[in-house]
């Protein structure tokens, strides 16, 4: 896995000669020039088997990133994704040369399921996982009828870019509870679907993985101390 930022991303699109969605854009815009995003590095054909047999049921967009991989082979990619709140622009380039292979943006608002603050604090309640306690009390505030977004992904594989992102936030004084539980769990389910979602507090951000009935938390995070500041505050909608 390599590591490049989102100022990495604005200048290679800017040479790109694949078409780019304008939304990709404004994605971009609203990142900080210095965030790192991480690449996971395929060859071409291991990336898109790995996306016809995982992935593109639900998310058929993905045709798009892997219609022009079709004749690489074993060549050398890099994957990564920046997210916007619920936009997520998805890149494939080469290796060696950095070039755009192909790009995709979705909006995963418009599929997104729901839960409401109260069902998601008694179910934080229920739970015995590390962080479970931490994240019901920083959501204590928060009305009940408000809504958390929850979108549909792998186990093992949020499981995989959780615990390589907070890795490495914790080398840089941020604190994150119930990352090793977390991580286990979701890597022992495998291939399952779990449901993700993410409340932005003042000082902390709650993350928890859900089972596909929102009837059972299967893993929660609960992340603080952010250097710097994380300087978000919207709450769940």
């Not at 939304?23 to 996971?40: C, M, N, P, T, W």
């Not at 909006?107 to 590390?130: N, Q």
């Amino acid at each position: 896995m390599g590591v490049l930022t989102v100022r990495d991303l604005d200048r290679i699109l800017a040479h790109s000669t694949v078409p780019v969605p304008p939304e990709v854009g404004s994605v971009l815009a609203r990142a900080e020039k210095g965030d790192e995003v991480f690449a996971d590095r395929f060859s071409a054909a291991e990336f898109v088997t790995m996306v016809r047999t995982r992935y593109l049921a639900r998310e058929p967009n993905l045709q798009e990133l892997i219609e022009p991989l079709g004749g690489l082979g074993s060549a050398p990619v890099l994957f990564c994704q920046v997210e916007s709140g619920e936009e997520v622009v998805s890149l494939v380039l080469d290796e060696h040369e950095h070039e755009v292979l192909a790009v995709t943006y979705l909006d995963r608002s418009r599929t997104a399921r729901t839960i409401s603050v109260g069902d998601f604090r008694g179910l934080l309640r229920a739970s015995t996982l590390p962080a479970a306690a931490r994240a019901r009390s920083a959501i204590e505030a928060l009305p009940d009828d408000r809504l958390l977004r929850l979108g549909e992904t792998e186990a093992a594989s949020i499981a995989r870019t959780l615990w390589t992102k907070y890795n490495l936030a914790r080398e840089k004084g941020v604190a994150v509870v119930g990352l090793e539980q977390f991580t286990k769990d979701l890597s022992d389910a495998g291939s399952m679907d779990v449901l993700l979602g993410s409340i932005w507090l003042q000082e902390s951000l709650v993350t928890a993985a859900l089972d596909a009935t929102t009837r059972q938390i299967v893993g929660v995070l609960y992340i603080t101390d952010f250097l710097p500041p994380a300087g978000r505050t919207s709450p769940a909608r």
